[in-house]
């Protein structure tokens, strides 16, 4: 397994936790979720399963979120 992706803190978790508890996307909020789990020290496996995702998904997740900050963490839609 290679070296775990960094993610960026330019958000603290708590604040992840408070915009996930108000967002209306059922899919960007488990998102948030997971990172804040994971920013907060859970490994990857588990920050993803307390937030009802695949480590995968949380890894992918991670990627668009350190690109792009909190909107590459909702779906983009179809061409």
């Known amino acids: 397994?290679?070296?775990a992706l960094a993610i960026r803190d330019d958000l603290r978790p708590e604040a992840l936790r408070r915009q996930?508890?108000?967002e209306p996307n059922r899919r960007a909020a488990p998102r948030m979720l997971a990172i804040a789990n994971a920013l907060d020290g859970?490994?990857?496996?588990?920050a993803a399963r307390l937030?009802?995702?695949?480590?995968q998904?949380?890894?992918d997740?991670?990627?668009r979120y350190n690109a792009e900050g909190l909107s590459g963490l909702y779906d983009r839609p179809c061409a």
């Not at 937030?51 to 480590?55: L, P, S, W």
């Open 1 to 3: 397994m290679g070296a």
């Open 20 to 22: 996930a508890r108000r």
């Open 57 to 59: 998904a949380l890894r």
């Open 42 to 46: 859970l490994s990857r496996a588990d």
């Open 51 to 55: 937030a009802g995702m695949e480590r």
């Open 61 to 63: 997740a991670v990627v």
